[in-house]
């Protein structure tokens, strides 16, 4: 793989926004939108208060913003708060093949450069589309012996997308953006041994702001290698057993990953969300109301007892591991947003009644993203929702409806409601804005 | 290895100044004596330039000192710029087991804290020493396979040895040190892949940086994992195909690694300093004069021809790969400094006149470390020294006297030499110090 590196740039480098497949514009347009949500959503958390109070401690000049509050700080601070804010509920995207969330690095990046700039949506769309891009394509080449290892790819891979973002907007040669993109394989962020800790989310956080820094520097002239990835000392054979070198720059410009990308419907493991999808859907169906409900009943896939069997939850973050408090709360709410994993509806009478209500059948035959669902109502009526795929699979997508109501249930309670119309509309027309900061100031209070 | 990360927090936390035995404490002023120097001599380097616009650039309280130079900048930015300087002229220190260098991540990381909270020598010093402890110790656990791989040991170790150094002086508790020490397992900095680039010296600066920033965050309460090394998806399994984590905290107290730290007598790459070690004990003996010389010659070890064969170099940057030129200036000047591979001193007749006169020639059984010199005078007399051990080996260190040449040499012309004067005497005498700032203030013009 000659010249791998700064193939990879040029690539980078000749994709502008008008070459870019209106389908990869929608699913830009849709992934940013939920990245606003999930970094919003998070963003009064003890963790965000921590590197707050960090960059205030260093001192930073106010160049962007920090999302869902008056805070402002450097571009550096900004990716980096808003990147570890946008994973820290665990609800943001995730590229299906290999488990990487990739705007949670590169979007931070991509919009602290926009900000600081003034640039147009149409900029910051495309070079988040293109870091996305390459997030995702070194992830496809290094898993999955790499996550198997023990890197949390998120930050791993992370890191390169948010430099060849940050690196499009700062307006690099192909020599400077494989600069770029050296400095940043430089410094991978994330072990899987941190998850359910801070460090986490920190490191797309950190991702971010260290791929923004390479960027910055390659700009200013710094040196690195235009082999980073290749070379035999580089990137791919030190961060991977096995990897496939070719998927980097293999179809560029006809097969987009992020057409791959997929959003969480529901802020809890991915195995609950096939029957928390079927009571939804019986739900609207029948209208019903939780004291109509005798009993729920799901047939579904092993692993659901396996890691989300807790029978009753004390607290969020148990309920998280609760498909009975998942169910139950689909029921009670229609949803099961972050706010449904909150300590008082975990301990809310009515959650606690219809949880005790429900009943999970383990059956060999079904996949993960599957689910047989049936409601007993006190009239002894029982009703059934098969669910062949899961609310935010690969086959059954979220509408940008569904996108929309996820972003208001985030948001609600941190942006005043006139602000959270306009940061609605402003998003999903993101690529007739002039300047993203109309964008960013609708995104604080 | 149960509770080895745990067992590593607590065995920083009870070893203190007074707990650290006299040799130990020597080798670690005359490590930090030695950082001083390499940190200040490459202070107005272009590398060093461009870190100082980037901290400019974000902002910053004006916390620490950029060494040699009058800019302050917060303590994460000081962190990153002096251990960048410092191993920018690849003439830091070297743990001879490992080809880690230790100071540069780990010296700016305590020096930043020592300075912002004005804290005496003792307090830095120690903490400097087991930050250098850890730094090898974990160095030591994944090498040689972690190097071999392709990781650079210096920036991948560093950051650990860096958040231990910080933490100490924050004062973190034993869980919070082991947090500090996880946040920073999972930002390794370093591809070997960079050598001969910017990004080299940027790996033990951005690991001072990242390992302070973990220290920092630990601190406000930031949490991690307390098990970062020894989890099945932790440190040491990610690092290394193969390592031994008994080495991380055995005969802790007892065997110090420090002691196995060396420091470079000459700027150049180490095969060559057999030859300069004899070239520069005849001069000495014999007061040789350029002009007397009709020849040199040295028996070698056979890398030094395949890595340092350069006949005829043209710029400072070939000159570090000339044996040639090292033997030449060792004669005209007596040492081989950073000062010796200027472009102009390449380019000096008299330097191109006696490189001339060099002949290398392989002997098989010529150790690494070993050379015989013959220097052929005009008048017919041959001069012959047979150096077994390279000055600056482990069998023929640095004295303290040629650390101080060293030092005067690397910060001439940076420093007045009332400040020159100043640090030396404070450098020596750094257990003593009440408060580091005054250390710090003569360390910069």
């Not at 805070?71 to 509920?89: C, D, P, V």
């Not at 988040?128 to 998120?154: F, K, N």
């Not at 359910?196 to 040196?223: D, Q, V």
Request: aromatic share 8%.
């Amino acid at each position: 793989m000659q010249n791998l590196t700064l193939q990879l740039a040029e690539n980078i480098l000749s994709t502008d926004f008008d070459r870019l497949p209106p389908e990869v514009v929608r699913e830009a347009r849709r992934g940013f939108f939920n990245w606003l949500g999930v970094a919003i959503g998070a963003c009064r958390h003890e963790t965000i208060d921590i590197l707050i109070s960090m960059a205030g401690f260093a001192g930073a000049k106010e160049q962007a913003s920090v999302l869902g509050r008056e805070e402002k700080t450097n571009i550096f601070f900004a990716a980096l708060i808003n990147g570890t804010s946008s994973h820290t509920f665990d609800f943001d995207d995730t590229h299906l093949d290999t488990i990487l969330h990739p705007s949670a690095p590169v979007a931070p990046a991509a919009l602290a450069v926009g900000e600081y700039y003034g640039l147009s949506g149409k900029e910051v769309l495309a070079a988040y589309a293109l870091g996305v891009e390459v997030a995702c394509r070194v992830a496809v080449a290094i898993c999955p012996s790499h996550y198997s290892l023990g890197w949390h790819v998120t930050g791993t891979a992370g890191v390169l997308g948010a430099a060849a973002a940050a690196g499009k907007l700062l307006g690099l040669d192909a020599r400077k953006m494989a600069y770029a993109l050296g400095i940043a394989a430089a410094q991978p962020v994330g072990l899987r041994e941190m998850f359910g800790t801070m460090t986490k989310p920190f490191h797309p956080g950190k991702a971010a702001m260290n791929g923004l820094m390479s960027a910055w520097l390659a700009k200013e002239g710094f040196t690195s290698s235009e082999r980073a990835l290749e070379a035999p000392a580089g990137y791919l054979k030190v961060m991977a057993p096995e990897y496939d070198a070719a998927k980097i720059n293999s179809g560029w410009g006809e097969r987009f990953e992020i057409l791959a990308n997929s959003y969480k419907p529901y802020a809890c493991g991915v195995v609950a969300h096939p029957v928390i999808t079927g009571v939804v859907a019986l739900r609207e169906k029948y209208n019903l109301k939780p004291e109509d409900v005798a009993g729920i009943e799901a047939q579904v896939n092993h692993w659901v007892l396996k890691l989300m069997g807790k029978e009753s939850p004390q607290t969020g973050l148990e309920a998280k591991f609760s498909t009975y408090h998942c169910a139950a709360v689909g029921l009670i709410y229609g949803r099961a947003g972050e706010r449904q994993f909150s300590d008082e509806v975990v301990k809310d009478e009515r959650t606690v009644a219809l949880r005790k209500k429900v009943k999970l059948i383990t059956d060999e035959k079904m996949r993960e993203d599957e689910a047989r669902v049936r409601i007993i109502l006190n009239d002894g009526r029982v009703l059934e929702e098969y669910v062949g795929h899961a609310k935010g699979s690969r086959e059954n997508p979220m509408t940008d409806k569904e996108l929309e109501d996820k972003y208001r249930d985030l948001v609600a309670g941190i942006l005043p409601p006139a602000k959270i119309e306009d940061s609605v509309r402003l998003a999903w027309d993101m690529e007739n804005l002039a300047d993203v900061r109309d964008l960013v100031r609708a995104c604080c209070p």
